[in-house]
């Protein structure tokens, strides 16, 4: 028996649904000791403030500064890493936030009112968050493109001041996370990381303002952090690893296929790459492919055990099969690599993003075509949208009531709350009652 | 000394804010032995379903049923409670969904593309949650209003499977209750409560189907359950002591303010009422005629202990500061009782719903005005929004690149991509090249 390069399952198999839910499930690792060392990280910044973090950022970061305000990184050096990258990245940086500018422009929200015939007006006035945290990983893990996709939907959507906090090991800072930062129009950058960054931003200390929300991606500290202070201010989702559903009617170049598969998988080992298709024959061309491709690949390693514990390649009797596969696996990314996808469409129901047709692989996405990239995974693209204005703006209920309005009104709200018991309610009704 | 009614506060108080943020300050108590207990019955339900629930329920609201099937209410059970109600009742109820039905319609998104010049299409496709809990209090907190508020923006968002729990203590339903599901088209009752129930909803057990998001108001044990659940399936907001802010400029009747603050009070002792006003003898006046109302009102003791330990009548020197103290308490519900609210609408930043003019208590929009009574509490409407169609929709963006937008975000993407070292990302983006 050999070690395969990646999991083969047929929909006619014995116990596929068991085979597949073995495939998907992901849990996050919980842990102890993590969870007590962040809570402990926030108790002292709440506490101590500006000191707890410049304390925790000299010793995680292996960083030597006297104070908070060495941590502020000056408006000027954003402006002299956009001058100092190269050309082509830079021109690069400009065009992706242009278009994902573009895109989010179309989901700002308006008020709305309506008045009724009795003079009564209904409606929702839209206002934006004031302030909001994006956090950055540092190291590695540090992509450009993520704070386009972070900070572009925040400044649209009219957030007052939007503050970026990115680790700097050893002092250390990634020149095209700064570029990004200033073409996105972030207000300020502080380096600090871990915990203690978000401890900041969620409870403030003596020179950073407490924020509304806080975003980004980041490290199990990081994760664990924002849903400990999640209430007290919002936060994004908290991501598990990345994924891509591939369907293909076995028509598109099986190198396309094969390479689409591996952008997902290259991310990280627990990242998940699936290819369904009714074509067998193609699944074979795919696997073909991925095998003469693989060993060429910078990232080849992480790609093959990727691929090895999560990814698979699944044969099905028609369309119609895959598509309720889809529905049931409710991707991050879903590629619908077919001649004419717009007649699927109206059958998909959850996936974070949908890149229809065999010229849309999710890497244009990931940086450029204009959506979002920032998406709900493992399956909850169920009840979770892709990050947009809307997470940046909130909206107020309008109730005026004419006096005509009121009165009628009064009857029908005093009348219910009796039978709820609450007297008070039916009053102050009542007193608006002609 | 005298037991004072209510706390009087001036803006010119030496460390005013010190004392306001005294006032407001408010935390959910986390008890170690109901997150014990709940993660004890999670557990159990999650891994024995049926039969775990039917334990608990049996135990907890002193039930003798011996199969799952028994807590499923009939369907005609609900159609039978809608006849059973009074007349008035009836009407107003149907009354009151008429109107959050016609205001919730208006909230309904639409999904959206546009086409680029290179024939690249960008959009965005809205899809309803499948399924969808709605947990409904027993016994006294027994809201029929709730019933509306929470089902109705689920059914107009296309939900279609609206499950709603609600304990029956002693085998008892409020029978306004069941009338209010039939109105709102709850598709399934099933008479259980508590951690059990809210994990019935989150895991599915062999009679009831997983849904997607809960949503509804409970106890201590319910809040901790769903926070437990949270990631699982989506949840709406944990919800805070209800509160009301009431800005007046000292020409609305005092009576209607006075009753306008108990409004809010007797929900519970946790409830806060605070009225800000210019006019300080206005202040007295509503404080004497809530003097003078106070003994008649039935939920007076609740009244009383409300108003004492979280009420406050504040002074300011001008509207603006109202306003300035408005947008740092971010109110559940702002009534903004004066002549003109219109012109101060637009300096109003956070708020859950703004009731404007003087003949809009808060109670007209707590049943039958339109808009939701599920609001964001505790300050949280700096960053949260009323409950609307918006949390049981989802988006999806969509990208379809045709061949010639392809070749050209591909530059665009391969650039950033081997900045970020993703070299397969790279390479999938190159092979669309032309």
Not at 129 to 153: D, F
């Amino acid at each position: 028996m050999t070690d395969a390069l990646i999991t083969r399952l047929n929909y006619q198999d014995t116990d596929f649904t068991g085979k597949l839910d073995a495939l998907l499930a992901w849990d996050s690792v919980s842990d102890h000791k993590v969870a007590d060392a962040v809570a402990d990280i926030l108790h002292q910044v709440k506490t101590r403030g500006d000191a707890a973090v410049v304390e925790y950022t000299n010793r995680f970061d292996r960083r030597d500064v006297q104070s908070f305000a060495e941590l502020v990184v000056p408006p000027e050096a954003l402006q002299k890493a956009l001058e100092s990258i190269g050309a082509p990245e830079r021109e690069a940086l400009q065009e992706a936030a242009r278009r994902v500018r573009v895109y989010h422009e179309h989901q700002r929200q308006e008020s709305w009112r309506y008045t009724e015939p009795d003079g009564t007006v209904l409606g929702q006035q839209i206002t934006p968050m004031e302030r909001v945290g994006l956090y950055v990983p540092g190291g590695k893990a540090s992509y450009p493109s993520s704070v386009l996709m972070n900070a572009i939907p925040a400044k649209v959507a009219g957030v007052d001041e939007l503050t970026m906090v990115v680790p700097a090991p050893d002092g250390e800072l990634n020149q095209m996370v700064l570029a990004a930062a200033a073409i996105a129009g972030v207000d300020r950058v502080i380096t600090a990381g871990g915990a203690q960054a978000v401890a900041a931003l969620a409870y403030g200390t003596e020179t950073v303002a407490k924020v509304d929300k806080i975003v980004g991606p980041g490290n199990i500290f990081v994760a664990t952090a924002k849903r400990a202070v999640f209430g007290q201010v919002a936060i994004d989702m908290i991501a598990g690893p990345s994924e891509i559903l591939v369907l293909c009617d076995g028509q598109t170049d099986p190198d396309w296929i094969a390479m689409d598969l591996f952008s997902q998988a290259e991310h990280d080992e627990q990242a998940q790459s699936i290819l369904i298709s009714p074509d067998g024959e193609f699944l074979d061309k795919v696997e073909a492919a991925m095998a003469r491709l693989l060993p060429e690949m910078s990232r080849e390693p992480i790609i093959r055990e990727s691929l090895r514990n999560r990814g698979a390649l699944i044969k099905v009797d028609t369309m119609d099969q895959a598509i309720a596969l889809s529905n049931r696996i409710a991707p991050e990314h879903l590629e619908v690599s077919v001649a004419d996808p717009d007649t699927l469409l109206p059958q998909i129901r959850h996936a974070g993003a949908i890149f229809m047709g065999r010229h849309t692989p999710e890497a244009l996405g990931d940086y450029c075509a204009g959506p979002n990239h920032v998406l709900p995974t493992s399956g909850t693209a169920r009840f979770s949208s892709p990050l947009g204005v809307y997470d940046f703006q909130k909206r107020s209920s309008i109730i005026y009531a004419s006096p005509e309005g009121a009165s009628t009104l009064a009857h029908t709200a005093a009348t219910l709350a009796r039978s709820e018991d609450l007297e008070a309610h039916a009053l102050s009704a009542d007193y608006r009652k002609r």
